[in-house]
């Protein structure tokens, strides 16, 4: 693929000094440490703007509130006879039930807690009984997991199979088509894509993709780490049988995730990890040679070991409160300040923009640039240094797709979120035009 740069869609847009502003909405109020200051190189401190939401997104009041308050009350959860352990076990099926809320899931759908989304697609790959089509502009946890499985012997209860990865085209069409084609040449079991891409942030047609992996006989998973934060998803309504996201990306950084979906593969796969709490009975002695386990069905098959209690009462509590910042005013909020921050970025002369599908036409506040004249790094550490700005540079543990982009020494990504105003748009657009403008004089003067 070659390189897909957007700075000639929007040539006539205006610098970000004659853009009106925005008054931040509800959401902005709701982000904890949005009062911090940071140090700068020339000894002064500024409030710090955080544009690096797509690695990791501060916590939400409400789920700061909801953690002190499970703290007063912590024990351990399931078979404790004890009052708090009870009040634990109560909270911590509690979350599970809102989760399964908050994402729509069927009735007869597990929720099953994990550590991340990388746990969970891991957890999901142990349980697939058959081959998987993955597109090859995935995150990492979207794509080793798999490679891994088609290199190693497969489950028992599994199918020999392996992954089968499809280049995606530069359209969203051709994408599909491409699906398609794959899909109709071999059946496969799971068809796993991205719900929104952690590079560019531009979103892929998912109801579209789950009809045409049914129609095939697949299912499909979907990474939704950068998608869930920002959108609302209802498995029963969009046809997605797995959901995978984290809760250090939905303002609840508790070290919990979660994989929501259909019961059977969950329930026939061996538990995922080995342990007390995925054990329903363990017969044997000591003096036995062999040890009989039977297992749980349900999300305890697994959930081995003391499960994240704080980290799944913090995602629940991020589920409560995005619903009641409500749809409509999350993205209205983030949707405004992402056209914002594309459009002035789009504007300024050497500052180049990428896309992976030249027909897209949906993101999150996800940007992703370069900087003519500068490494990926050095714009980082400047914008840290100068203006107490923070971005992520690097390749975002999706190094294909920004090879793909002709960006091989990495990019930087600029992701927003509930926090964001568009003081702090204006801030970092101001601060690429100072740096942009500082290579082009350098230039001149060679």
């Not at 579209?208 to 939704?224: E, P, Q």
């Amino acid at each position: 693929m070659s390189i897909t740069a957007e700075r000639t869609s929007v040539c006539a847009a205006p610098t970000v000094r004659s853009l009106p502003t925005l008054q931040p909405t509800g959401p902005a109020a709701q982000v904890t440490g949005a009062d911090q200051y940071v140090p700068l190189r020339d000894g002064t401190t500024i409030r710090y703007a955080n544009f690096d939401y797509a690695a990791s997104a501060p916590a939400l009041a409400g789920v700061r509130s909801a953690v002190a308050d499970a703290l007063d009350e912590y024990a351990s959860v399931h078979r404790g006879a004890g009052h708090l352990s009870q009040r634990s076990t109560a909270r911590y099926e509690r979350a599970r039930a809102t989760v399964a809320d908050f994402v729509g899931a069927r009735d007869d759908d597990h929720v099953i807690f994990t550590g991340n989304t990388t746990d969970s697609i891991n957890l999901l790959a142990h349980c697939v009984p058959g081959e998987v089509v993955v597109l090859d502009c995935e995150h990492h946890a979207n794509l080793l997991p798999w490679k891994r499985i088609a290199e190693s012997d497969r489950p028992a209860h599994a199918a020999p199979g392996a992954a089968r990865v499809v280049s995606a085209p530069l359209s969203i069409e051709g994408t599909l088509d491409a699906v398609e084609k794959e899909l109709r040449r071999r059946p496969a079991a799971l068809l796993s894509v991205t719900g929104a891409s952690n590079v560019t942030g531009e979103v892929l047609p998912i109801r579209r993709l789950a009809a045409l992996a049914h129609r095939y006989g697949a299912r499909i998973a979907v990474d939704g780490a950068q998608l869930v934060p920002h959108r609302r998803i209802s498995l029963r309504e969009s046809g997605i049988d797995y959901l995978a996201f984290s809760g250090h990306k939905l303002y609840a950084p508790f070290g919990s995730g979660v994989l929501v979906g259909r019961a059977d593969w969950f329930d026939e796969a061996e538990p995922f990890r080995c342990g007390g709490g995925a054990s329903a009975q363990v017969i044997g002695t000591p003096a036995a040679k062999s040890v009989e386990v039977i297992w749980h069905t349900g999300p305890a098959r697994h959930e081995a070991g003391s499960p994240n209690v704080l980290g799944a009462v913090a995602i629940a509590a991020a589920c409560t409160a995005i619903t009641e910042l409500g749809e409509h005013s999350v993205t209205r909020h983030e949707q405004q300040l992402t056209d914002l921050l594309l459009g002035s970025l789009q504007a300024i002369d050497g500052v180049r923009t990428y896309r992976i599908w030249q027909d897209s036409t949906e993101r999150v506040g996800i940007v992703a640039f370069t900087v003519d004249g500068y490494s990926p790094r050095q714009v980082a550490e400047h914008l840290s240094a100068a203006h107490g700005i923070g971005v992520r540079d690097g390749k975002f543990c999706a190094h294909p797709v920004v090879d793909r982009l002709g960006c091989y020494d990495g990019a930087v990504r600029a992701s927003l979120g509930l926090g964001t105003t568009d003081k702090d748009v204006h801030r970092l657009v101001r601060a690429l035009e100072d740096l942009s403008a500082r290579n082009v004089l350098t230039r001149r003067q060679q």
